[in-house]
T-cell receptor, first 114, second 114 residues
Framework: NAGVMQNPRHLVRRRGQEARLRCSPMKGHSHVYWYRQLPEEGLKFMVYLQKENIIDESGMPKERFSAEFPKEGPSILRIQQVVRGDSAAYFC????????????FGSGTRLTVV | AQSVTQPDIHITVSEGASLELRCNYSYGATPYLFWYVQSPGQGLQLLLKYFSGDTLVQGIKGFEAEFKRSQSSFNLRKPSVHWSDAAEYFCAVGEETSYDKVIFGPGTSLSVIP
């Protein structure tokens, strides 16, 4: 039973390019959370999704960032026109039932903008 | 909104010594509290959690934490540290919303010296 799979593990983009980060939740999990970890900082909540629905995107920057969790396939965090300040580790977590707070984290995608 | 503080940015202990990592939270009611560990380049792993009941919680890898409502604290302890415990430790609180939202503290980096 595979855990939460994130790919790629490392991603290098030039300023102005697009970054696509993928997250496949654990089997049976229908809740997906994205967090960003800046250097020397803790994890900051970005967005919470269920299948085909964005439930809470209060932590997402207003521009250039978007997320989706389609009916089929992984959840995608998309960053358009990346800037150096987007360099960070992006973590995805998934859970099954509400109330358990049973997060399972992926190993993250480390984005470097050059 | 709930928040979490971890007063110590970095702690160094000798192998075999005892460990206590501090965590304070702000929340009106009884919170859901967590400790996670992050090894270098890895995702987060849950060490233990407190929802209700016994205020002393046992976790994996020999860790325990004690919930003290009067001090709004949830400190993590281990009686004898091993070199493999060197990692980043995050205290977190479950924010009471319509879903399981977890807010993380800034983290404490633990170094273990021989």
């Amino acid at each position: 039973n595979a855990g939460v799979m994130q790919n790629p593990r490392h991603l290098v983009r030039r300023r102005g390019q697009e970054a696509r980060l993928r997250c496949s939740p654990m089997k049976g999990h229908s809740h997906v959370y994205w967090y960003r970890q800046l250097p020397e900082e803790g994890l900051k909540f970005m967005v919470y999704l269920q299948k085909e629905n964005i439930i809470d995107e209060s932590g997402m920057p207003k521009e250039r960032f978007s997320a989706e969790f389609p009916k089929e396939g992984p959840s995608i965090l998309r960053i358009q026109q990346v800037v150096r300040g987007d360099s960070a580790a992006y973590f995805c977590a998934s859970s099954s039932d509400r109330g358990s707070y049973g997060y399972t984290f992926g190993s993250g995608t480390r984005l470097t903008v050059v | 909104a709930q928040s979490v503080t971890q007063p110590d940015i970095h702690i160094t202990v000798s192998e075999g010594a005892s460990l206590e990592l501090r965590c304070n939270y702000s929340y009106g009611a009884t919170p859901y509290l967590f400790w996670y560990v992050q090894s270098p380049g890895q995702g987060l792993q849950l060490l233990l959690k407190y929802f209700s009941g016994d205020t002393l919680v046992q976790g994996i890898k020999g860790f325990e934490a004690e919930f003290k409502r009067s001090q709004s604290s949830f400190n993590l302890r281990k009686p004898s540290v091993h070199w493999s415990d060197a990692a980043e430790y995050f205290c977190a609180v479950g924010e009471e919303t319509s879903y399981d939202k977890v807010i993380f503290g800034p983290g404490t980096s633990l170094s273990v010296i021989p």
